[in-house]
């Protein structure tokens, strides 16, 4: 969507907060020993807090309220009570919700307690792209200009992009124009960030795959070449300058 007016703002913040909170809430919630389905349940009660409600399980029905996936899992893992948490796991949480009909969109991947794999390396450097990525990101900007930057500074840290996920539009609905705002430079989208755009930009990165393909459950995906992945995802709203981070209470930063 397009902030045309104070009203659209003050709804896009809120929706905002909701999800931001959410997700900063869930990852300190998140321990050995309780399991995804737990999380899942904790953050609902979140969002029911402010009266927003689930984005994937609104629009497509998703068997959870958040996407909560774990080591090689890449994204859209299904919460089970099944599914342990461990220490030294490297999680992702992904929470979007709808408000009064305005939709936001947030994630982080985060290391559970002690870095015991190796995994904070990952975590860093998708945390640095993003940030890097926001910051570069003005009206008139080509988005193929952010996706080259995000897949150059990956590959300067020895990682690649996962190129078939991608950021996207929101505020009106979950996904909007523009439809895909890749981490690498599409030379085929000619596309430009608009100011007063409102969009969700997330990295990526990992340690092997460029591509994600989806298991049996038909929401998990994981890497096509195996290795493992980390998303960080802010809701923004693009400027003549600096963008307006809404969901920056989430912690991503902290």
């Given amino acids: ?20 909170v959410t997700l900063r809430e869930m990852v300190k919630y998140a321990r050995p ?10 953050g609902n ?3 029911q807090s ?9 629009t497509y029905g998703f068997p959870g309220y958040t ?37 936001s969109d947030n994630g982080s991947s985060f290391v559970l307690g002690r870095d015991i794999h190796g995994y904070q390396q990952l975590v860093d450097a998708s945390k640095y792209i993003l940030q890097k990525a926001i910051n570069n990101i003005k009206g008139g900007v080509k988005i193929a200009d952010i996706g080259w930057l995000i897949e150059t500074e990956a590959k300067k840290k020895g990682l690649t992009v996962v190129k078939n996920i991608t950021g996207h539009g929101v505020g009106r609905s979950l996904h909007e124009e523009p439809f895909e705002i890749a981490n690498y430079r599409d030379r085929f989208n ?5 100011k007063n755009a409102v969009v969700a930009i997330e990295t990526f990165i990992s340690t092997k795959s460029t591509m994600a393909i989806t298991l ?4 998990t995906m994981v ?8 998303q960080h995802e802010h809701t923004i709203v693009v400027t003549d300058g600096k963008p307006l981070i809404l969901t920056a209470m989430n912690g991503i930063y902290n």
């Fill in 1 to 20: 969507m397009s902030i045309t007016n104070e009203a659209e703002l003050v709804g896009m913040k809120k929706a905002s907060e909701a999800v931001a």
């Fill in 33 to 42: 020993g309780i399991t995804t389905k737990e999380l899942d349940e904790f």
């Fill in 45 to 47: 009660s979140i969002l």
């Fill in 50 to 58: 402010y009266g927003a409600k689930s984005a994937p399980y609104l």
């Fill in 67 to 103: 996407c909560i996936s774990v080591n090689n899992e890449f994204c859209h893992g299904i919460p089970s009570d099944k599914r342990i948490l461990k220490e030294g796991d490297l999680i992702n949480i992904d929470v979007s919700a709808e408000l009064d009909g305005f939709w």
């Fill in 190 to 194: 000619r596309e430009r960030f608009k």
């Fill in 216 to 219: 049996s459950d038909d929401w």
């Fill in 223 to 230: 890497g096509n070449k195996g290795g493992f992945m980390a």
